[in-house]
């Protein structure tokens, strides 16, 4: 992570100019298929074949690698699924198994993040530059899930690994029949020679084994598909249906015992005494633990464990930000200093002079911290010995985790083992250690003995990082019914960085992700600048659910609109005839044409647009409320994505509207406050997210005009608050400029 800072990019503008060449991005995505070795070649059984990173064959068996953390985004199905399409095999052919931690498994789907350009950017400066984050990335092996890159990351090597595999088998049925390859063909697992003889591939393992991995075999154009792009049932929908999938939290082993935590509920700060006298005598409690910042109950079982530690009085260290939530919003206030710059991101023409022109626009927007609530608890298992730590923990980093659990107790990272889990909802929690940390601390003290920790509801909201909060003051002017300057500055705690120092690898860099949804404006405008200012000194933070861009693009987007309508315009005709990105216009076009906009409803009716890029995924939404007697009802929402390729149709939709809901659900009814230090929301009744029936009804529209493959899990979430505002606007004349919105007006 060390190498993935800011300064470490300064060589990808340095190699256009230099002329350093790294290959093309769309070819070194594929290499990647071969990059860093083969982790499953480590300890293969006997008479198996393994071609690459993600592909195993015994003769018992065909198991697929899926890669990436599975935190319901649908990894666990579509990752197989693009290999299992290559290699002509079928749902219930194979089994699916998460990677270990491995360079091999370098993400290269956060080279078009890290390097310097706009998204929209296809320039030859901007595509070396990506070049260059890609070499990066496969340098320092960095695996992780995070930022939608599940599917542009594996698009390309997951096909390329099972052409390779598909051609291989090819290869080793035609030197035991005698029959050239050009003959043979594949299907359902099988071999098929011309005289329609079968040969399962599992029978062709060991001999697989023994020949050289067909490495320039080639993955089948799109239209000879006959899974991928089609709808389909994401393969684990059944047994979560029927209660048969295994989280980690339903995981079991062998002799373990259960633990839950007490914790410091002010973040990062140590226990100073405690008292567990109360404890001691409970039903199933068969020790109690001090650890770092809290105390564990040792019981038979996870209830038993939680009530104990309950009981124990603890005496805490203080909070070392504010205590009270009113100051933080005045560390906030007072952070748009010099001092604290973090930096200005963009910047066009003049814009203290365009400022000066015509009308001037200002609004100050605000953002508070929200939990991350996934339904399934921080949780995990793990045991310690002399050899080292075998840990058993849904999370998105695995090389983070050895990193962490190995420090906490004073092993090397290579002496943690680390078995990736199911997991029930992330939304950036298990991008976070809070659970790693303390469950080697605990099982460091039980040596020999698996610790299954699983954190009560109330500890999970108490310790979970949050999202930013910020603030934005943004001005801007119009003149002649056209916007002629914008300046958006925004104040917030810096989430990427935060993540960073508790990895180990502290920057110093400015945060940027702060800038997400504030710098990529796609609007001609002929002033512009965004500017972010990293507050300091209060609760630590970390990514949620589209990060930087859940809280600017409510702001900018808002912000848009009070331009738009203060020189006269239609929101959603004036942003199509701003927009300088003709693909991104035709997503604009698009949800213009599904919504039939026409102007202002009238008659108690409102609707509203937005447009965010985020993650290089350029997304519109339209909103439209009615006002009633006891509120505002919110009826349907239309949605326009642009992914360059719709791989899964079925879960491409049902991604796009859990990120609507989200994105509502938190715009209404979420905050998360602080008093005495401590979180005061610490269960779903207090951090309610959108209720079923206010869910709207939701229709979405995926466009492929986009170059490259994108991903959808966050970028429908960022438009949609500053829709919904913008829609109340527009039936209310309400301007709503603080998230949650239901402390200004009552939602049905």
């Known amino acids: ?243 048969e999938l295994k989280f980690g939290i339903d995981l079991k082993i062998d002799g373990m015992v259960y633990a839950a935590v007490k914790l410091n509920p002010h973040k990062g700060q140590p226990l100073k005494s405690y008292d567990a006298s109360k404890a001691r005598s409970m039903p199933g409690v068969k020790k109690i633990l001090e650890i770092k910042n809290g105390v564990a109950v040792i019981a038979t079982n996870s209830w038993y464990a939680m009530k104990a530690v309950d009981m124990i009085d603890c005496a805490w260290a203080p909070s070392i930000y504010p205590a009270e939530q009113a100051d933080h919003w005045k560390v906030l206030e007072a952070s748009f200093k010099p001092e604290f710059l973090g930096k200005e991101w963009r910047k066009i023409g003049d814009v203290e002079t365009g400022l000066k022109v015509g009308t ?93 920790l699983v954190f009560s509801r109330e500890e999970d909201f108490l310790q979970d990082i949050p999202r930013q909060i910020s603030i934005a003051r943004h001005r801007g002017s119009v003149d002649k019914g056209k916007i002629v300057a914008a300046d958006l500055q925004l104040a917030a705690t810096a989430p990427f960085k935060g993540l960073l120092e508790r990895m180990g690898a502290p920057s110093k860099d400015p945060d940027p992700q702060l800038a997400a949804g504030m710098w990529n404006v796609y609007y001609d405008i002929p002033h512009f600048r965004a500017t972010s200012f990293e507050a300091q000194g209060l ?43 003709p693909t991104y216009r035709k997503v604009l076009e698009t949800v213009a044409e599904m919504s039939n906009w026409k102007g202002p409803l009238g008659n108690g009716k409102g609707r509203g647009v937005a447009f965010v890029e985020s993650f290089g995924t350029p997304t519109a939404e339209v909103v439209e409320i009615s006002v009633t007697d006891r509120g505002i009802r919110i009826d349907k929402v239309w949605v326009a994505v642009d992914v360059g390729k719709v791989v899964d149709p079925v879960n491409f939709e049902n991604q796009v509207q859990g990120g609507v809901v989200w994105g509502l659900g938190h715009a209404i009814n979420c905050e998360l406050t602080y008093a005495k230090g401590g979180a005061q929301q610490t269960n779903y009744n207090h951090h309610e997210a959108m209720r079923i029936y206010q869910c709207p009804v939701i229709e979405v529209r995926g466009l492929e005009n986009d170059p490259k493959v994108r991903g959808v899990g966050e970028p429908p979430v960022p438009p949609a608050a500053p829709a919904l505002a913008n829609a109340i606007f527009a039936a209310t004349g309400k301007r709503i400029r603080e998230m949650p919105f239901d402390k200004f007006i009552d939602f049905v």
């Open 360 to 452: 001037l626009v200002q609004a100050e927007y605000r953002a508070p911290y929200v939990a991350h609530q996934p339904l399934e608890p921080l949780n995990g298992i793990g045991v310690v010995s002399d050899a080292g730590m075998e840990i058993w923990v849904g999370h998105q980093s695995p090389q983070a985790v050895q990193y962490v659990a190995a420090t906490a107790i004073g092993l090397k990272p290579e002496q943690v083992i680390f078995h990736n889990q199911w997991t029930g909802g992330s939304f950036g929690h298990r991008l976070e250690f809070e659970n790693v940390r303390v469950l080697a601390e605990i099982a460091n003290q039980m040596r020999g003995t698996p610790v299954k």
């Open 1 to 243: 992570m060390q190498r993935l800072s800011r300064r470490a990019f300064v060589f990808g503008s340095a190699a256009v100019v230099g002329g350093i060449a790294f290959g093309s991005f769309d070819n070194a995505a594929q290499a990647a298929a071969t990059a860093n070795g083969n982790p499953l070649a480590v300890g293969l059984g006997p008479n198996s074949a393994t071609f690459n990173p993600w592909v195993e064959i015994s003769p018992e068996k065909i198991t697929l690698i899926a890669q990436h953390a599975d935190i319901g985004q649908g990894v666990g199905s579509v990752q197989p699924i693009m290999i299992a399409e290559e290699m002509d095999l079928d749902p219930g052919q194979f089994e699916i198994r998460f990677a270990g931690p491995s360079p091999a498994y370098f993400n290269t789907g956060f080279a078009d993040e890290l390097a310097p350009f706009l998204a929209a950017d296809q320039s030859p400066a901007a595509e070396a530059a990506r070049a260059a984050a890609l070499e990066s990335l496969r340098t320092s092996g960095l695996q992780m899930t995070g930022g939608s890159s599940t599917i542009p990351d594996t698009y390309e090597k997951l096909r390329v690994a099972g052409a390779v595999a598909r051609e291989t088998l090819k290869a080793a049925a035609a030197k035991r029949s005698g029959v050239p390859v050009a003959d043979i063909r594949t299907q359902s697992g099988h071999v098929i020679l011309p005289d329609g003889r079968k040969i399962p591939y599992i029978e062709l393992a060991a001999e697989a084994a023994k020949i050289p991995p067909v490495l320039d075999a080639k993955p089948r154009d799109p239209s000879k598909w006959r899974i991928l792009g089609k709808p389909m049932m994401r393969l684990d929908v059944r047994s979560k249906v029927m209660g």
């Open 539 to 581: 609760s630590p933070c970390t990514t949620w659910r589209s990060v930087g861009a859940s809280t600017a693009g409510f702001f900018t987007e808002s912000f848009i609109d009070e331009l738009i309508h203060a020189a006269g315009l239609d929101p959603l005709k004036a942003r199509i005839e701003m927009c300088a990105v």
